[in-house]
Structure formats: C-alpha cells, structure tokens
C-alpha cells in the first residue's frame, strides 16, 4: 500500500519525506498577523475565505481582529503596500478573548471572552476613504464591523462558541460549567441552559445532522444532548479516566458525514491520544495516537473526500473525513479517515500550545494558532487531500445514511425532512397507505415561508407600511401609534474581500461614497411621511345639509352656560324638536355605538356633542362641561342619578295569560315513559279561584298542586318542572311534585323559560338574564342586562336556549349569536350569519367527511351546514395568504366558541379540524402553543405551581395531545415537533 508521511521539523529546518511522492504542500508563518506579541486564542476562516478572524489579548482588554486572507496565500499581494493586511480591529471585550466563530452563512462573527460577554458582529461597509484610524491612532481599519447585540447569560470567562449547521442556534460554554443555547434568529433569547457537566465546560461542537450538541469538560467527560428537547443523551468518561492536569481548552470536532466524534485530551495506556466517538451506539474502540503531550483541540474539514487507494493492484475508490488535531507539544497532526497513519505531522511549529484550528469551506487550507502569539499557514492540493464531494454527492451520502439531507432543503426546513424516529417512520407509511386509497382526496401541504429577522432575510422591513388607519363615527381619521424599535439587522454579508481594489484609492473612495448616497436615498424614501390629512372641515361635506342644520341648531343648546338660566329653559323647549330629529341624525352619521338609551334626550345629546367635534379637535375640559350638561338638563331627576340603567332599558314581549298550558316530556332513557304537565288557570274551588299544575304519566294522575297567580309559562325536563306566575314568581318543583325551591320573585315579567338539566334560564321582558343551578342552589348569572347586545331599536330576540352545562345563548333578528360567559362575566359573539370569515375560511379539506356531518350541538343547531363557500375559492386565487390568515380565525373563533359553551363534542371536533389546518400550511409556533397547554408541566410540583388544569371539558387533555400527535407526525416537516412531544408525553406516563 503506497501511504506518504511527511514529517517536518521546523527547529532543525528539516523536512522528512517518507514517501516516494514529492509534497506540494506550502507551509509559512505570516509574522505581520500578530496580537503584538500577546496570545492568540482562537482563528476562524470566513466561509467566502477571502478574510479571517482572531481573538485573543489587547493592550489593556480583549481584541478581535479580522485579516486579510489574500496576502498570507500570495507573497506578491503581501509585498505590495497597497494591499492591506489588517481589515479591522475590535477591543470591544473587556477582557481576553477566548474564541471567535464565523455564521455559517458568513454574516456574522461570535466572540466569546473572560469578560463572560459573548458579542455578535456584523459587516456594515468600507469606510469611505482608504482607511479609518481607531481610538488612540494605532490601528488602521479598512472595514466596518459593528456589535449588533452583546449576550449575556454565563457566570463565567466564555471559552468556546460554536453554530448549528444551519446558522438557528448559537451554543457557548463557560467555566460556569453550562452550556447556553441560543435562539439567533431572535438574539438574545435562550432556548435552553445544559446543566450536567461538574467542571469547566471548554468545548463545544455540532452534530452536522443537527439532532445532537457535544460538549467537553475538565470533569472528565464528555457529553452529548439532543437538540429535540435539550436532554442529555449519554455521557462518555472511560477514555478520560486516567487524563491528569488540564488544558486551557478542550475543542473537540464532529466529523462531516455525522459518523465519529473526535474529543481533545483523552489518555490510552498512559499515553495521550484524540478519542474517536462512534455515532452508532457511542462506541469508544478508535483514536489518534503519536502526540507527546495532551491534546487541545481538534478540527474537521467540512467537505467529504474521495480517492483511489491501490491494494493489490486494483483501484477502489473511498469516501472519507480529514481532520487536524493540535497538541501543546507544539505539533500538528492531519488525519485521513481512510489511512492508520497520519498524512503529516508537524513538529515544533510553534513555541508553545496550539489552541485553536480553522479549515477554509473549499478545504484545502488550514491556519493554526498558538499561546505565542503566532499563526501558522498550510495549503494542501487535490492529490494530498483528494477531491471534495459535490452538493449533490453530499446530498446522497446524507440520504443513505439518515434518510436525507440538509443540502436539499433550504435553511428554514433543515432537518425537518429526515425521519429519525421509528414512530415517525410508521406515521409516514400510514399516511402514503391513506394517500394510495385515496387519491382522489390528496391534499396539498404547503409551508408558509418563514419571516427570520436577523439570520435569513437580507431586506430591511418599513415600520411605516404597518401604519394602521382607522376612521372615528363622525368620519376622522385616526392613525395607531406604532412603536419603532432600533434596527439591528443594518449591515449584511460582507462581499468576498478583493485586494486590487486598494490598487487605486480614488476608487475605494468613489464606490463607497456612491454606497453611502444610495443608503442614504433609501433612508430619505422609507422616511417619507404619509399624505396630509384633510382638515375637518372637509370631513363635514360628507353628511347632508340636514344633519349640518342640525349639528348648527344644537350646537348651542350643547354649549355650556352657567350664568343665564333662560338658555337652559330655551333647552327644555327645543328637547321635543330634538326628540324628532334623534333618529335622523343616527342615520346620517352611521353611528357604530353597542348601546341605546332610552330617554331620546340623552342619546340626541350624546351625539350631538361628537359632531361638534367635527369642526374643532374638543379640548377635554370642553367635553367635560357637555357631559355635565347633558346630565343637568335631564328632566328626570331619577334618571340623571342611574343614567346607564335608563339607557340600557328593554323591553321585551311577555307571554299572555292562558286559560291552559300542557307540556309534554320525555323519559330520562328511551325505557320510561314521558309524562304531561298540564297548567289550569282560574279554577275555582269552594269559592276560590286557584290555578291548578297537574302530572300526568300514560293518562294517570301522579300528582298534583296549586298556584295562587296566574301561569304564564312552562318549562321543565326529566329531573324538574319550571312554571312562571303572572305575580313574577317562578316555582320549581321536582319530577314527583314536591318544590325543590321556595318562589323566585322576578324583577319583572317572565320573556323566555328554559329548563336544562339541572340548569333554569330566565329573561324578563326588561331584559335581564338569570340562570341558577337548581341542584346546588347556587346563581350562575345573576341579573344580567342584554342591552349591550340589543343596542338596536329594530333589534328582536329570534331564538335562545340553554345548554346542558348551563351556557345561555341568544340568537338575535340581525343573525347574531351570543353567549354569556359566566367565568369572564362578559358576552361573547359566537355566530354571525354574514360573517366575512365564513365566507373566506377554506378549512373543508381538512375536515373527516363523515365525522363532519355527525356532528351535533349547540352550534350545529345555530350555524348553516359545513360547506365550502364560493368566496372561499376566489381568495385562494386572488390572495392565499389573507385566506390563511381567515381561516386560522375563523377555526380559532370555533375552538373558543365551543369552549365557551362548554360542548365537548363540538370543541373536540373544531380542535382537531384546526390542528389538521395549521399541520398543512405548517404553523410550527401555534402547533407548539396548543401542544404545550395540552401536556402541561413536566413534573407535578411545576403543574401544582402554575396551576395547569389538567382536565378541560372533562377530557383529559394529554389523552387530546395522544390523539393529535399522529396528525402532526403527517407532515413529514414536522417532524422534530412530534418526536418531541412524543417522547415527552411517554415520558409522563412511565
């Protein structure tokens, strides 16, 4: 087998070939990249390679530096003086840097230091001349980077930083011993904090799959968390058992294609060595050896390689990693995964430890940095390394392995697509079973694009767009305030930087100030403010000349006068006018308001005080003095008192006295037999009249009694009977006869009587609601008013009923349905026959076809059949997304309806029809909100904490979260939600 070794040792300035192969490989050491002779810490190559960073110790705090990568790869470019080599210099920390990592995507740059801070940077331009000089005049920068956010969350010196493979989550370990993930898409917010390591956390590395975080310790472990709940999966201590001492870091390195770990600083028969990890049952068998001293850090190349290797003179060609690992017995050592030998191996490269390794994305240069300050250049060629995978290539390899790739889908779905859990998987082959019988039926599962405010959008949105405008009852116009946070996102991915442009400063002068006036363009045009409102004067020109001769006519009677008495006579005089012309003036205006008073003179001076308004903006004394007007110049003085109670007054149609009324009811169970109630009005006995209530069961008398007032409605079911007396009573009496309840005195004449269960609804012909629970004896409503639902002068009660669990509804002439809620004690709109939602909402795919037409409740019996409207296709067309956003209120609208009227079959129905809705369109952050109600706290002194209800409408609600799970699972992008709360709901049942 032909295997090349390259040894070089730079102290005697000797290189060692033991191959028959000349290397082509370059080697130097750029001494112009420098922390002025302090430690460098950490390098990072940028993913266009045409710059690269360093952190490490300033003068009196921390420094990041970035570099140009031109003049360390071509000595032509670092003779020549025009081409910079320093591109900026940050002292930001306060204390020492410790690491600094590039974004996948290379618009962002994390440095992490002693000062426990982790800072984000990002690109905002070249300065406008050929260079900029920092604070004390000793640094030269080309570029401009800006901190856009500082992250704080450790107690302790930050000492690596690491980005997920799709550029979603940051990971930071510390000396505090955790492990801080954080959200960048939403910086600064932490999704979660590992707690498991007993010593200082010094590394930390992805998992390129994304399904796994590991991280090393000076507690001699190393460990691994899944990213599905933040949980550790395993922890590995065996091969760190014999480590003694410590490192100043621990960088260990998950390999490309997802299969091995290698950690830093592990022991093997006394000797150092680079763990090799397993993916597959986290196998501790492999390693590197042939370091003198620990190891500190280690790094992968991010491509895959292939190559012919010769054995037995034939060829095979085979895939595999290459990895650099760093030892502070100032060596360096390149692994190929294919050989047992290392590729080279480089001796007193430094003068002391190596700390931190960095492979540009094309995978053919390396740069090494040590404790001495200095930095180290290694350039590979094809025939050394081999020749890297393609996308596709990659892609492949990914799709044989885990089941897919990230490289086929684009950031914002990464991971999403690779079934990794059995149950997953069975999800999966059920619904292509589903989708084979029923293919006439197949519905299309699109995922709404996501908006990412810092890490994917490149655009900066216009807060200016969002601008509200609304119109008040007299026709102004009103625009709602909206709040303008600061900008974060200003800058974005730097261009590759190119040397030649430093050639002619004119040039870089030129582009940049033409950069600068087109920003500032943009700035002035998304600053421009919005047309100029009319003046209110031409706002009147919209009402008539009627409603304008009347606003003239009462403008004086509304104006206050407190010294002349005669005005307020001349007031009373025009009230009567005002009287005839109140409706008018309500017609004209379109007044939108939800309640209608009963005295004319109060709701004519109401209105007129607004349209005053039209002309001039009232000052808020001014509407003070026309409020006390109107309430001194009420001729009622009762009603001046209780104004709201006088303008809410209704009233209702009662029920006239009968000579008889029978109710006919049916048994508890379809066994017994029904009875009839039968009310006799004006019997007389003895000489006195009576009115007589007798049961009758298969036309016997069971039993009988008397009321002294005259009947006027009857209500009643198995458990109760329920009479109304003209003398405002109510009477309750049980199903054998005998009164469960003394008389109820109403507060005026019986409207509507129901009887429901053990529930009892009253409203009077004043329109005040009363339901009571008859078995506890307990109010549920007490003397509620419907005048904030009958605000109309036009306005009927069409149809009412009461629920089994004591819900009132009321149906009115406009076609609006209401409830009242007796925990909020408010009204709630449940229906509207004309509701646009409805006419939009496209939902019906979702909907089971049998279950849809089974369905029976409260709001079956008010709303129209389940059927698809023709609007409802035309939005699709026209305008999905406003028919998405529709239709996610009209569903919502349903959940909480039914909730309100505590139906349980109906709630449970529109639940799952919604849920079935946002797993097609793939609304994640909803999905997860109605998940996390329904598993509830982890443990139960959490649940006993928050007061998690663990039931809702008598159902359990992790048995409603088990019957869900399956239909989130069959959106295959959904994945990692399901497996999620799968396994956290298994876990609650152990």
């Known amino acids: ?27 130097l050491k750029p001494s112009w990249v420098s922390h002025d002779g302090k430690p460098i810490f950490s390098i990072d190559i940028h993913p266009d390679g045409s710059r690269f960073a360093t952190g490490g110790q300033g003068d009196d705090s921390g420094k990041v530096a970035l570099w140009n990568m031109a003049p360390v790869k071509h000595e032509k470019n670092e003779k020549d003086e025009s081409v910079p080599k320093l591109l900026c210099s940050m002292d930001n920390h306060l204390a020492c840097v410790n690491c600094v990592r590039w974004s996948m995507n290379g618009k962002y740059l994390a440095s992490g230091g002693d000062d426990k801070l982790i800072m984000i940077w990002q690109f905002m331009g070249r300065y406008a001349g050929s260079s900029s000089t920092t604070f004390g005049g000793k640094t030269v920068n080309i570029e401009q980077w800006r901190c856009v956010c500082t992250l704080r969350a450790h107690s302790g010196d930050v000492l690596d930083l690491a980005w997920s493979p799709h550029d979603a989550w940051l990971a930071s370990c510390s000396i505090d011993n955790t492990i801080v993930i954080w959200n960048a898409h939403k910086f600064p917010e932490v999704l979660s904090v590992l707690r498991g390591h007993t010593g200082l956390v010094k590394g930390i590395t992805w998992d390129p799959v994304g399904k796994y975080v590991a991280s090393q310790s000076d507690d001699r472990s190393l460990r691994v968390w899944r990213t599905l709940d933040w949980q550790q999966e395993t922890a590995i201590t065996k091969p760190f058992e014999e480590c003694g001492g410590t490192t100043h870091v621990l960088r260990l390195s998950w390999s490309p294609d997802g299969h091995y770990i290698v950690s830093a600083h592990a022991m093997n028969n006394a000797g150092p060595t680079a763990q090799i990890i397993e993916r597959d049952g986290w196998k501790v068998n492999m390693d590197f050896v042939g370091h003198r001293k620990a190891i500190t850090c280690v790094r992968f190349n991010p491509n895959i390689f292939s190559k012919v290797f010769k054995k037995g003179g034939t060829g095979k060609t085979q895939q595999y990693s290459c990895c650099a690992i760093g030892s502070r017995d100032r060596s360096l050592s390149i692994w190929l995964t294919a050989l047992k030998r290392p590729l080279v191996v480089t001796h007193d490269l430094f003068n002391n430890s190596i700390l931190d390794i960095s492979w540009s994305k094309s995978g053919y240069e390396l740069l090494v940095c040590s404790w001495d300050g200095t930095v180290a250049y290694l350039d590979f060629t094809k025939e050394e390394l081999g020749n890297r995978l393609t996308t596709e290539e990659k892609a492949k390899l990914h799709i044989k392995v885990y089941g897919n790739s990230l490289f086929t889908n684009d950031t914002s779905s990464y991971g999403n697509t690779i079934i990794e859990t059995p149950a997953m998987l069975k999800i999966q082959q059920q619904k292509q079973e589903q989708n084979a019988q029923k293919e006439t039926q197949q519905t299309t599962v699109t995922t709404p694009k996501k908006n990412i405010p810092v890490m994917e959008g490149s655009g900066k949105p216009n807060p200016l767009a969002k601008q509200i405008e609304t119109r008040t009852a007299d026709g102004r116009r009103r625009i709602t305030p909206l709040c303008i946070a600061p900008q974060v996102d200003l800058g974005g991915v730097p261009e590759p930087f190119v040397s030649t442009v430093f050639g002619s400063p004119g040039g870089v002068s030129d582009q940049t100030t033409d950069n600068t006036s087109n920003q500032g363009k943009t700035m002035e045009s998304s600053a421009v403010l919005p047309p100029s409102i009319q003046p209110m004067s031409a706002l009147d020109s919209r009402l008539t000349s009627k409603s304008k001769t009347t606003v003239n006519k009462t403008k004086s009677t509304s104006s206050p006068s407190t010294k002349d008495k005669e005005k307020d006579k001349e007031k009373d005089k025009e009230k009567v006018k005002e009287k005839e012309k109140s409706k008018e003036v309500t017609k004209v205006k379109e007044s939108k308001s939800s309640s209608t008073t009963a005295s004319s003179s109060i709701t004519v001076k109401r209105k007129i005080d607004t349209t005053t308004t039209g002309i001039k903006r009232p000052r808020k004394d001014a509407l003070a003095k026309a409020a006390a007007v109107a309430t001194t110049t009420t001729p009622d003085k009762d009603s001046s008192r209780h104004a709201i109670i006088v303008s809410s007054a209704l009233q209702l149609p009662t029920p006239q006295p009968q000579k008889s009324l029978s109710l006919e009811i049916l048994g508890k169970t379809s066994s017994d037999q029904s009875f009839n109630i039968q009310l006799e009005n004006n019997v007389s006995i003895a000489g006195v009249t009576v009115q007589r209530v007798r049961c009758h069961r298969a036309e016997k008398l069971v039993w009988e009694s008397v009321l002294t007032s005259r009947g006027l409605a009857i209500a009643g079911n198995s458990d109760m009977i329920c009479l109304a007396c003209e003398d405002k009573n109510l009477f309750i009496f049980s199903s054998s006869g005998r009164r469960l309840l003394p008389g109820i005195v109403l507060s005026s004449a019986i409207s509507v009587l129901h009887c429901t269960g053990q529930y009892v609804m009253a409203i009077t012909s004043t329109g005040r609601l009363h339901v009571w629970n008859v078995k506890k004896c307990k109010a549920i409503i007490r003397d509620e008013s419907l005048s ?99 239709t996610l209120s009209h569903l919502e609208n349903q959940v909480a309806a039914a909730l309100t009227v505590k139906s349980k079959k109906e709630y449970k129905f529109w639940l799952t029809t919604y849920i079935r809705y946002l797993v097609q369109e793939g609304v994640e952050n909803r999905l997860r909100e109605i998940c996390d109600e329904l598993l509830g706290p982890f443990y139960r002194g959490d649940a006993e904490d928050s007061k998690w209800e663990s039931h809702v409408l008598g159902m359990v609600k992790r048995d409603l979260l088990h019957e869900i799970l399956p239909i989130v699972g069959s959106n295959v992008k959904l994945q990692r939600l399901f497996t999620e709360y799968q396994e956290q709901l298994e876990m609650t049942r152990k």
């Open 1 to 27: 087998m032909l295997i090349r070794f390259l040894q070089i040792d730079l102290k005697h300035k000797t290189l060692c070939s033991k191959s028959r192969i000349v290397s082509n490989m370059r080697l």
């Open 788 to 886: 904030p639902i009958m605000s109309g002068n036009d306005e009927t009660l069409s149809k009412s009923l009461l629920t089994e669990q004591g819900s009132p509804i009321v149906t009115l002439s406009t076609g609006k349905t209401y409830a009242f809620d007796s925990e909020l004690y408010c009204w709630t709109l449940l229906h509207h026959s004309n509701d646009p939602l409805i006419q939009c909402s496209d939902y019906h795919a979702c909907l089971p076809s049998m279950q849809a037409l089974q369905l029976s409740g409260p709001l079956t019996s008010l709303q129209a059949p389940i059927v698809r409207p023709r609007q409802a296709a035309k939005m699709y067309n026209m305008n999905h997304n406003l028919q998405q956003a529709a």
